[in-house]
């Protein structure tokens, strides 16, 4: 595999226009249910501090600060991107099916129509010391579900 | 008994290491020879393992196959040939750090050595207490008020058993500072180490900045407080002539598999005079004298810190490497690794946005460089370089005090050992200069 399969377009743009980052100077919004969650990889440093808010079964916002390589990044990135406006079964689906193509060491392939811009990741599932790079983020995801909804 | 080294005259006879000495080398190490993302495999990680030549492999295969066998028990022939060859591996050793015999001590690692000796030192205390052992463990153990200083450059391996030995103890852990540019603060060394410090541990040469410490300053300014010195050498001994009798250490501890060896043993060099009074770590078969329900006599050192089955192969093994680097000499490998770790520093520092650890170019370094890339993660820097077959090591280095004081979580680092060429350290170069630009940096 090239390492332009593995560093697809996607994955850059979102490591360098970072969606929902800046956790800290970004209000819940009133009335919301958030949870929190902090994930660190002691391996790499890679850091990410995410919340989630829900309202009425939606989330409504999915905003992070984190410091890392550019797939932990990316990564957080288009996950706030598609998880906004999605309702809590349909993130933790989505997670579940993250997950499953990103353990499988290449061998499950993502659906786009599943995974929308997430499916660019699939690359990264050949690379075991990167899976948890790009899974940091949505980890962190579903902790903070867990507390919100 | 001894096997015979080659003696470091003829060593010394022969001609500085270049590419072409270096490509002959390079035919030893089987697995230097194969693509990697279909490009030749530069192999630049012998800071974290080095790669075994023939010589090493076919040891520990010989053992298996003509001499395996239990050491120092069962009278039979091949038990006496595998005692025979694990204690004449202890002989190699020691000749290679210019210690006795029973002062080499084998590990598994480089850190079980470092936490044997903490661990016996917390003993040591113990045993003083209850009246057990030799009156000098009364002067070994440590209390509080008691010091023990490190070096804020140090790996985990030597940090952590010294903070669980101040835990265990109740004495204070303190550390020397380092400047910018990854020299320790040897005025502040001066006032730290002091007349409660017990115990002074620090590294050779840094496994992050490259950075050769001047022991013997070190090891003087330690005598003068009366506290015993603990060197890390595991980025030394590989690399350049050590000898521990005229560095005067009280200990020093390696790992096998970062000077040709294999992975699973290390050594402990200890003085004989503390060797033989301190307690031991583990304890069980293959080190005690008499045994009763109630209690257990130990065989003197270095069997009274070998608990158990022994890592018997690897032993040999390591013989073997250290065999293969005397015959190429170690003031050649040296300089040779000196050359390189030069001609990194001037290549990466002439690149824009790296930032280069330890020492400048042009000031004494072991032949690695780690370094930052402006506004591209070190595990980036990592796959960008494996995809042009590259090997590298990504990460804190089992260093993060280390990073945090330089302002980093992770950095790149790039280690060389005597199979590289300048070939290999361009190619690096070469490639190091388009990270940036890939990752829109």
């Known amino acids: ?149 | 008994m001894a096997v015979v080294s080659t003696p470091t005259t003829l060593a010394r006879a022969l001609p500085a290491l270049d590419n072409a000495e270096v490509l002959r080398i390079r035919n030893d190490f089987p697995v230097l020879d194969q693509l990697v993302n279909g490009r030749p495999l530069v192999y630049l990680d012998s800071g974290a393992t080095s790669q075994n030549p023939l010589s090493v492999i076919e040891a520990e295969q010989e053992f298996y196959e003509q001499r395996n066998a239990a050491v120092h028990r069962g009278a039979h022939h091949l038990a006496v040939e595998a005692t025979e060859v694990f204690e004449d591996a202890r002989q190699t050793i020691a000749d290679f750090v210019g210690a006795q015999y029973e002062e080499i001590v084998w590990t598994s690692n480089a850190t079980e050595g470092l936490n044997l000796i903490s661990y016996a030192l917390s003993n040591a205390g113990l045993w003083a207490a209850q009246g057990r052992g030799d009156a000098r463990l009364r002067d070994l153990g440590l209390g509080p008020g008691d010091e023990i200083v490190v070096t804020e450059m140090e790996h985990h391996a030597n940090l952590i058993p010294w903070q669980e030995l101040a835990y265990r103890t109740g004495a204070t852990l303190r550390y020397i500072p380092i400047e910018d540019f990854g020299n320790l603060r040897l005025d502040q060394a001066a006032e730290i180490v002091g007349e409660r410090t017990r115990l002074f541990a620090f590294t050779h040469a840094s496994n992050v900045l490259g950075t050769i410490n001047p022991v013997q300053e070190l090891v003087a300014i330690a005598r003068r407080a009366g506290a015993l010195v603990v060197l890390d050498a595991c980025q030394s001994a590989p690399h350049l002539a050590l000898d521990v009798k005229q560095l005067d250490v009280d200990f020093a501890v390696f790992s096998g598999h970062k000077m040709l060896g294999p992975t699973g043993i290390g050594v402990l060099y200890g003085k004989q005079e503390l060797l033989d009074v301190l307690p031991p770590f583990l304890t069980g078969g293959s080190m005690i004298t008499t045994v009763t329900m109630e209690r257990a006599e130990y065989l003197p050192a270095p069997q009274r810190f070998e608990a158990g089955t022994q890592k018997i192969s690897q032993a040999v093994a390591l013989a073997a490497a250290v065999n293969y680097l005397t015959e190429t000499g170690m003031d050649r490998v040296h300089r040779w690794e000196s050359e390189l770790g030069q001609r990194m520093v001037a290549g990466l520092e002439a690149i824009d946005g790296i930032r280069v650890l330890g020492p400048a170019a042009g000031q004494d370094r072991i032949g690695l460089a780690a370094f930052d890339v402006a506004g591209v993660h070190a595990h980036d820097v990592g796959q960008f370089l494996d995809a042009r077959g590259i090997a590298v090591r990504v990460g804190h280095h089992c260093a993060q005090p280390l990073h945090r004081r330089l302002g980093l979580t992770a950095t790149t680092r790039a280690s060389a050992y005597l199979y590289n060429t300048t070939d290999d350290v361009d190619e690096f170069l070469d490639a190091v200069s388009g990270v940036r630009a890939y990752f829109r940096a």
């Open chain 1, 1 to 149: 595999m090239s390492l332009d399969q593995l560093y697809q377009q996607i994955i850059l743009d979102h490591s360098k226009a970072r969606h929902g980052s800046g956790l800290s100077e970004t209000a819940a919004p009133e009335g919301a249910s958030t949870g929190l969650s902090h994930q660190l990889n002691p391996v790499c440093g890679d850091e990410v501090t995410l919340r989630v808010a829900v309202e009425r079964g939606t989330v409504a916002q999915l905003a992070w600060d984190g410091a890392g390589c550019s797939i932990s990044m990316a990564s957080a990135s288009v996950l706030s991107e598609m998880a906004e406006g999605m309702s809590v079964d349909e993130l933790r689906s989505v997670i579940s099916n993250f997950r499953e193509v990103l353990r499988s060491r290449g061998k499950v392939h993502a659906d786009p129509e599943v995974l929308g811009d997430a499916a660019a990741f699939e690359g990264v599932a050949r690379y075991a010391a990167r899976v948890k790079c790009a899974m940091i983020s949505w980890v962190a995801a579903e902790d903070a579900l867990n507390q919100a909804a």
